[in-house]
């Protein structure tokens, strides 16, 4: 998988030019026709994460890598992808077209109940591909083209509106079954892993004693991806060798090694922060992983 994109590699990429202030605007929203985002003739998205929410209107046939699921869209689609989860996309035919924008999730901040990553389409195990009719290709159509005129006016209250248009698009979606038209690609057991890792990286490094590594077992990432514990212990052991409690085992080690070498907690502290109700747990577990406690580790 590759790293995460960021706002400014998006940029730079599809248009070559940075917007002025980018890093400044800290919730940041922009709206494209898919036509004018075509690099090097092609439109197919990379398979990796960004560090930005997309919500695309695609037309035409699309394959959707999405974390271990590939979804294939023939016709209209809404799709919704979000920063928590890697995803990329291949056109099958030469004519796509459609919509997208893209936005921070401060810049939704407040415009819906509870928390934007917490809807159905935005999380991590969601489904995020709704299947349109031509009758609502065209209204929501018509709510991207408002967000095009908009983006482009002198309105002081613009960003309010679209703000106001993409909740719309959202709601709009939650009135509907998301598509279930799924396969099994060829890569899917190396997407789940790389999920499960991206996932597990992201709770690292503990930078200070009050922070608590929470997903410590298999089951957590299952429940996290919304997938049976057996079938991500399987993908991950046939794509790595290992199996998904070693992974985590050998992560929490590296952290632990990290912390009594390179700061002056108590192994009460790192042991806290690591997940464990008790200090002699973690003695346990470290001498059990490196042969040796961790009073013995912080004094080589």
């Known amino acids: 998988m590759n790293k995460t994109e960021s706002l400014r590699e998006f940029y730079e990429h599809k248009f070559q030019a940075v917007p002025d202030k980018l890093q400044q605007d800290i919730g940041h929203f922009n709206v494209f026709r898919l036509e004018d985002c075509v690099v090097d003739g092609r439109s197919t998205v990379s398979y990796s994460r960004r560090d930005f929410y997309k919500v695309s209107l695609l037309r035409g046939g699309n394959i959707f890598h999405y974390a271990d699921k590939t979804t294939e869209v023939k016709g209209s689609a809404l799709v919704f992808f979000n920063p928590q989860v890697p995803y990329g996309w291949e056109p099958l035919s030469a004519d796509n077209s459609g919509y997208f924008c893209i936005f ?46 908009e983006i ?15 909740t719309e698009i959202i709601h709009y979606a939650l009135k509907m079954q998301p598509s279930e038209t799924l396969y099994q690609h ?81 192994v009460a502290e790192i042991s806290y922060a690591l997940g464990f109700e008790e200090p002699a747990h973690f003695s346990n577990f470290f001498k059990k992983q490196t042969s040796i406690t961790p009073g013995a580790f912080r004094a080589v």
């Open 104 to 149: 921070r999730e401060s810049f939704f901040t407040g415009a819906t109940r509870g928390n934007l990553h917490d809807l159905p389409m935005m999380m991590p195990g969601g489904i995020p591909s709704y299947q349109l009719t031509k009758a609502q290709d065209k209204e929501v159509s018509q709510l991207f083209k408002k967000m095009l005129t």
């Open 152 to 166: 482009n006016s002198d309105y002081v209250y613009k960003y309010d509106l679209l703000r106001s248009y993409l």
């Open 186 to 266: 060829a890569d899917a057991k190396s997407r789940i892993t790389a999920v499960f890792t991206d996932l597990l990286e992201r709770q690292f490094p503990i930078e200070s004693p009050s922070q608590r590594f929470v997903m410590r077992s298999a089951n957590d990432f299952a429940k996290q991806l919304s997938v049976h514990v057996n079938h991500l212990n399987r993908a991950i052991r046939d794509t790595t060798g290992k199996t998904t409690t070693t992974h985590i085992a050998e992560r929490i080690t590296a952290e632990a090694m990290a912390l009594l070498k390179h700061t002056s907690w108590n």
